[in-house]
């Protein structure tokens, strides 16, 4: 078992709070449950497999005729196609928690050379060690919502995560000298960023997730600038059970027995509905995951 304690200080502020309730609560009296589940549906990232409906055909087509005309790219893809028709809800705002890495709360990684990487299984620089686990590969496609959601290309984004014991890298006992499971990544012309990781497990008091920080360029990440966007995303229920069934995940199982996508701190407010990966795979060949990221 691991002597790993519940990770503190996940509260955001009551002024933080406060707005967030606000928003969100005058957002559901908009749109009501038809709104909330077209917004689910704004969750489906790139290479899910997912075939879009008929009823969305009509503004697929549009999107493409959209995305033509406003990119540097002759056509887009089907997956960037299906990204802008379904663009909507901003993703919200949502703490960087108590184990950041980025400056605002002890070290730094972002001002170290070698974090600018897709593979973030592995410490870089002085760090040897690495993350073990499920495999897991996660997609993000950031949406510029003040442009008529297209591609955020040349955006930036640092994401990061617990290991399988629920342990983050430069700040549990043992792993001060350690970095693995961060890294940033450059939005490319589709708006996408792409990691390869190990799936996170469950520690106390929260739900299984990675957190992510969108920055408006690679210059403004890498010197840990203004930040666009800071969230988090949530691992389906299907994909977690089957993982933490695997060897080296025993103490999630019992960590995700206490915790509900409702009763987390972060996501209980909506129930993650904007932040819910969709997610395919399996525990023996690895998982992948996606989102679309709305900014």
């Known amino acids: 078992m691991s002597n790993h304690l519940p990770h503190p200080n996940h509260d955001r502020g009551l002024e933080f709070d406060l707005s967030t309730m606000i928003s969100r609560r005058s957002l559901g009296m908009f749109l009501g449950a038809g709104g909330a589940a077209a917004a689910l549906a704004a969750c489906t990232p790139s290479g899910s497999g997912t075939t879009a409906s008929t009823s969305t055909s009509a503004a697929t087509a549009s999107a493409t005729a959209s995305a033509a005309s406003t990119t540097a790219t002759p056509t887009a893809s089907p997956t960037l196609t299906r990204a802008i028709a379904e663009c909507g809800m901003e993703i919200p705002q949502e703490t960087a928690g108590p184990y950041p890495g980025d400056g605002s709360n002890g070290p730094n990684v972002l001002a170290a050379s070698g974090v600018v990487r897709q593979d973030i299984t592995s410490s870089f620089g002085t760090g040897s060690a690495s993350a073990e686990g499920v495999p897991l590969t996660f997609t993000l496609t950031l949406l510029d919502n003040a442009n008529g959601c297209v591609p955020l ?11 399988r014991d629920g342990r983050y890298s430069m700040y549990d006992s043992g792993l001060a000298n350690e970095n693995y499971l961060r890294g940033v990544q450059e939005a490319d012309a589709s708006g996408q960023v792409t990691f390869t990781s190990i799936f996170p497990g469950a520690y106390p008091g929260r739900w299984p997730h990675i957190h992510f920080e969108v920055f408006e360029s690679m210059s403004n990440a890498t010197a840990a600038g203004q930040v666009l966007a800071v969230s988090q995303i949530a691992l389906t229920k299907a994909a977690c059970d089957d993982v933490y069934a695997t060897p080296g995940y ?41 989102l679309n990221v709305t900014i």
């Not at 290309?153 to 290991?163: E, I, M, R, S």
């Not at 999630?252 to 819910?276: E, W």
């Open 153 to 163: 290309a040349g955006a930036a984004v640092y994401a990061w995560h617990c290991d």
């Open 250 to 290: 025993e103490d999630s199982i019992a960590n995700m027995k206490r915790t509900t996508l409702q009763s987390d701190n972060v996501f209980g407010d909506d129930g993650g509905i904007y932040q819910l990966a969709t997610m395919t795979g399996s525990a023996s060949a690895g998982y992948t995951a996606g």
